[in-house]
């Protein structure tokens, strides 16, 4: 077997050879530990059937424990610098495509079909560039691609608002949408130790599966998350106070407001961190004749 990327001494010769210096403006944290990477591996339950797609491969660290446990890895970086390294670290591996673009860009719905035609198990697998963290889960989830799952390093903190449950001062707009999409679990606490250089902030891998349909069925997809945000935008507001303040013409249509809370049995008093992902979706069906 080829000599792993993630060790400190082989990652820093790399670095050197190359004369990298990182971008901390990219999130760049690279990891440095082969067992951390394989943990995380093993929390996708890849076969040698399937496909990965990674964002920001960095030098290659986690992309060669894909490329050895799957089919087909395909990685999208922004980094043009990292493109000649990846060229070389990678070079043993032929089941590879690495995409010089920001993942945020990417037609990944038309790359992935492309890509993985003929593959039927598909996982997001990173360790995502924490200053974009939440745009990307959300544009990966949004963009409903044929995907199994995610697995992926992020700040301890975001995964903690991601999986948080109602009546916690974590749950918010973020934890809603995407438990929406998956089922949501933390899977992995990381310490600082693993990544060159160190990230100013604790990390966790979490896990995420695609539901086959969404937890809570709504007539409107993008009101009932206008609706969402709308109830967190001030915390300590009550629900009637946000929904009055943030939904287009709200104040004037008070009175429907209060009707369609009374609809959804959502007391006007409540505080968004109290109600259910099933309340708010009876909540925005009962606003939603009101507001389209
Ligand atoms: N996978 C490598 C590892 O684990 O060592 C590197 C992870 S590092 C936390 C994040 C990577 O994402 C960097 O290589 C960075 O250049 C890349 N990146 C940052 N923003 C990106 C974007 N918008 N689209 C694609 N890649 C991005």
Redesign the pocket.
């Known amino acids: 077997m080829n000599k792993d990327?993630?060790t400190p001494v082989r990652?820093k010769a790399i670095l050197e050879k190359h004369g990298f210096s990182f971008?901390k403006s990219?999130?760049?944290?690279?990891?440095?530990d082969t067992n951390i990477?394989n943990r995380i591996v093993d929390h996708a339950n890849l076969t040698e059937d399937s496909g990965a797609i990674?964002?920001?491969?960095?030098?290659?660290?986690?992309?060669e424990q894909l490329l050895r446990r799957s089919k087909k890895v395909v990685?999208?970086?922004?980094?043009q610098r990292?493109l000649p390294i990846l060229e070389e670290t990678l070079a043993p591996y032929p089941n590879k495509k690495i995409i010089h673009?920001?993942?945020?860009?990417?037609d990944v719905a038309s790359i992935v079909a492309e890509e993985f035609a003929g593959i039927e198990d598909v996982m997001v697998v990173?360790?995502?560039?924490?200053?974009?963290t939440t745009p990307?889960i959300m544009k990966l989830l949004e963009d409903k691609l044929p995907i199994r799952g995610i697995v992926c390093?992020l700040q301890k903190e975001v995964a903690e608002r991601i999986a948080a449950k109602p009546g916690t001062k974590d749950y918010g707009s973020l934890s809603i949408a995407v438990q929406y999409y998956t089922e949501t679990e933390t899977v992995m606490i990381v310490p600082k130790t693993v990544?060159?250089p160190q990230?100013n902030v604790d990390s966790a891998v979490i896990r995420l599966a695609v539901r086959k349909t969404p937890r809570v069925s709504v007539k409107d997809e993008a009101f009932f998350f206008t609706v969402t945000r709308a109830s967190f935008a001030q915390r300590r507001k009550t629900i009637l106070n946000n929904l009055t303040s943030q939904l287009p013409a709200g104040k004037e249509k008070k009175e429907q407001i209060l009707t369609a809370l009374s609809e959804a049995s959502i007391e006007p008093t409540r505080r968004g961190e109290t109600l259910s992902i099933e309340e708010f979706a009876v909540l925005s069906d009962a606003l939603y004749p009101y507001f389209i």
């Not at 990674?54 to 660290?61: K, S, V």
């Not at 990173?126 to 974009?132: E, F, R």
Request: aromatic content about 10%; cysteine-free.
């Open positions: 990327i993630a990652t971008k990219l999130g760049q944290n690279f990891l440095i990477l990674e964002i920001g491969p960095g030098i290659g660290a986690l992309t990685a999208f970086e922004i980094d990292l673009q920001d993942v945020l860009k990417a990173a360790n995502l560039p924490y200053y974009v990307i390093m990544f060159v990230p």
